[in-house]
């Protein structure tokens, strides 16, 4: 499969004339088996570059491609998507919305699902809104890990937790992992995920900054990426 | 989680550490070494980023790779032995540049190092 598992190409949206260019002619391909960081400022565009890739938002003008075709029903079977905000009915109790998840994705593997959330310490029989926002959080990542996707979206998946489960976070999205997927993970968290990613994006108002290897900027610029973040994006 | 420093790049890193423990006999000659993925969560870091390391070590001639069984760790004496020569050089070095830098003659460095090697050395410094 020497196929781009996305593919980027002039791509730009722009939300009304007043608010600018949100995004402007990003071009960028990404192949399988890597773990990339999406990296800006609030409002640099993370969260826009995300929507459009699983088809949520519609482009201004270019075209993003999955697997060589535009975002549908295929591209969304494909990808497993963390949004930013929840949006899933807080009446159910975890266990249905497991079931709710087993009925949308065929690739949905509920074995795995209970034994995260067994891991993480949280009964399945509990009502999603009687959960703690933290809880919340942890509940919608292992929906979104539990799914054998191609291509992971995982937009701020560390935002509202504590330390100890940012790193059982981050171990679940090491273990879970297979090589022929590709997770992007959106963040303003750096020195966080740091350690887990293979590559950076760069980005700020709409532009792709850079995209580069972490251990090359790591032995060119000898700092951490959190460093050159820093120094990049300073105020 | 492992703690990594910022200015070199991780996979370099997790090649001395995995050598460290060779020379420590923590994973001695010929034995198996853990999976990729197993050292991926150990360290918390990428399992692309630990296979990278991994094949540094296999062309420094630390580790033998086996194809599906796995990997392990030199039947070379030798090579381990000259590791370790290196690594107590480098840590000697450290070690005389600090003493120097705190004004210490060779006598007085000698007398520090030797109370904690001969094991009495309860930790004094305040």
Redesign the interface.
């Known amino acids: 499969m020497s196929m781009m598992l996305l593919e980027c190409r002039n791509l730009s949206k722009t939300y009304g004339q007043a608010a600018g260019n949100a995004l402007n002619n990003v071009n960028l391909g990404l192949t399988r ?3 990339i960081g999406l990296l800006g400022p609030n409002g640099s565009g993370k969260t826009t570059l995300i929507k459009l890739i699983n088809g949520l938002l519609a482009p201004t003008a270019g075209e993003v491609l999955i697997n060589g075709k535009a975002p549908g029903p295929e591209s969304k079977m494909a990808i497993s998507y963390l949004p930013d905000k929840t949006y899933l009915a807080d009446w159910m109790r975890v266990e249905q919305i497991l079931d709710f998840f087993v009925d949308f994705y065929a690739d949905f593997d509920k074995a795995r699902a209970m034994d995260m959330l067994h891991s993480l310490q949280i009964n399945p029989n509990l009502v999603f809104k009687t959960l703690s926002k933290g809880t919340q959080e942890k509940v919608q990542l292992v929906l979104v890990m539990s799914r054998r996707a191609q291509l992971y979206l995982l937009d701020e998946p560390i935002g509202g937790v504590d330390p100890a489960a940012r ?1 059982f976070i ?2 679940t999205i ?2 879970n992992y297979s ?1 022929d997927a590709t997770i992007i993970i959106a963040t303003h968290l750096i020195a966080d995920v740091e ?4 590559e950076v994006i760069f980005i700020n108002r709409g532009h792709i900054v850079a995209y580069d290897n ?3 900027i ?2 060119s610029r ?3 990426v ?2 050159m973040f820093r120094e990049v994006f300073a105020c | 989680m492992l703690k990594f420093s910022t200015e070199k790049p991780i996979y370099i890193q997790i090649v001395d550490l995995v050598q460290a423990r060779i020379i420590m006999g923590h994973y001695p000659p010929e034995s198996k070494l853990p999976s990729v993925r197993d050292f991926a969560v150990e360290l918390g870091v990428n399992p692309n980023t630990v296979q990278r390391a991994l094949v540094t070590l296999e062309q420094g001639g630390f580790v033998k790779c086996a194809g599906t069984a796995g990997r392990f760790v030199t039947g070379d004496r030798e090579l381990i032995e000259k590791a370790r020569e290196k690594m107590v050089c480098e840590k000697a070095l450290d070690f005389a540049t600090c003493m120097k830098q705190c004004g210490c003659g060779t006598e007085e460095a000698i007398k520090a190092v030797r109370r904690y090697m001969e094991g009495t050395g309860e930790p004094q410094c305040q």
């Open positions: 088996g890597k773990i790193d981050l171990r090491i273990t090589s350690s887990i990613l293979d972490v251990d090359n790591r032995a000898g700092q951490s959190d460093e």
